[in-house]
């Protein structure tokens, strides 16, 4: 197991009238490298999970593993885990608190206490990797910045850090398409190139899908559906019955194939819905 839970049980504000239990007996595991799901409607637990997968909360009962151990509850051991499993919060950017986008990338790594000259060349490097120039955008102010490019400056701030593990709340809410394809494009990147392990969470499924090698099912703080892409994908009914829509190019997939068209309905993009269906015309 490289990063998962077995039996993770959370609950806010226990032994009062408020107590709620978030996650009950939550078990899974994704491997290195994997690009997972975490896969939920509105309050089933997403949230509470990904900080469990940092060690921001502590659990009720049950354990969170990292890399073959147990993660524990000392201070070193928590500084050293978040070193390593970067988390980008749902909308971070209402998180900024520097005067310019250098100082907000270059926060972590002065956190942690690493030379001057070091840390510029992580900052360098972080924003880079996000497809900004740091002399061009050093001196910007956070908030002067759209929407799209303080996501990514967000994103920077914590891939300076060097994480294995990249963690995403729900990382495109409050974009528009064109900032969603371009986060989408990011994280394909520090996947597939630089070998970063990713999970994000979401509540539906468009960009996600066809990225994703492993998924996890939420419904009120349980687990109800865990396995490969394809294996959860191609449960459509459950899907629906769990509040869940596939991606829309998926769902027409599927209207094709009840109206008797020989189509696939493992298809997550438009590219892979029209090459589809030109084949169709091929074989008639
Ligand atoms: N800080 C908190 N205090 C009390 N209850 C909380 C807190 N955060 C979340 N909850 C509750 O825990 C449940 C799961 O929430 P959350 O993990 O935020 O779900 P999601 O991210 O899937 O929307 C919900 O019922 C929510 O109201
Ligand atoms: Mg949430």
New binding site residues.
């Given amino acids: 197991m490289f990063i998962g839970t077995e039996k993770l049980t959370h609950t806010?504000?226990p032994g009062t009238p408020?107590s709620?239990e978030?996650l009950q007996d939550v078990s899974f595991n994704f491997q290195k490298g994997e690009f997972a799901l975490i896969l939920?409607?509105?309050?089933?637990?997403?949230?509470?999970?990904i900080q469990h997968l940092n060690g921001l909360l502590r659990p009720t009962s049950g354990q969170v593993i990292f890399d073959g151990a147990i993660v524990g509850s000392n201070k070193r051991e928590l500084l050293h885990l978040r070193r390593r499993i970067g988390l980008v919060f749902q909308i971070p950017e209402e998180q900024f608190f520097s005067e310019s986008v250098y100082d907000e990338v270059a926060f972590a790594p002065r956190n942690l206490g690493l030379d001057e000259k070091v840390v510029a060349e992580r900052v360098e490097e972080a924003l880079q990797k996000v497809g900004m120039q740091v002399n061009t955008v050093k001196s910007w102010h956070p908030f002067r910045l759209s929407a799209g490019q303080k996501r990514l400056v967000a994103i920077a701030a914590v891939l300076s850090l060097k994480p294995e593990v990249l963690i995403f709340?729900e990382p495109s809410v409050g974009l528009d398409p064109a900032g969603k394809k371009n986060i989408f494009n990011l994280l394909k990147d520090l996947n597939q190139k630089d070998g970063l392990t990713i999970i994000i969470?979401t509540?539906h499924l468009d960009e996600a899908a066809v990225l994703a090698d492993r998924v996890l099912v939420?419904k009120q703080?349980r687990l109800v559906m865990f396995g490969s892409a394809d294996y959860i994908f191609a449960q459509r009914k459950r899907l629906n019955e769990l509040g869940l829509a596939l991606p829309q190019v998926t769902e027409i997939m599927h209207s094709l194939v009840e109206k008797g068209l020989p189509v696939s309905t493992e298809v997550y993009t438009l590219e892979q819905a029209k090459s589809e269906i030109k084949n169709i015309k091929r074989r008639n």
């Fill in positions: 806010y504000m408020f709620t978030a939920g409607p509105s309050g089933s637990g997403k949230s509470t999970l709340d969470s509540h939420l703080g």
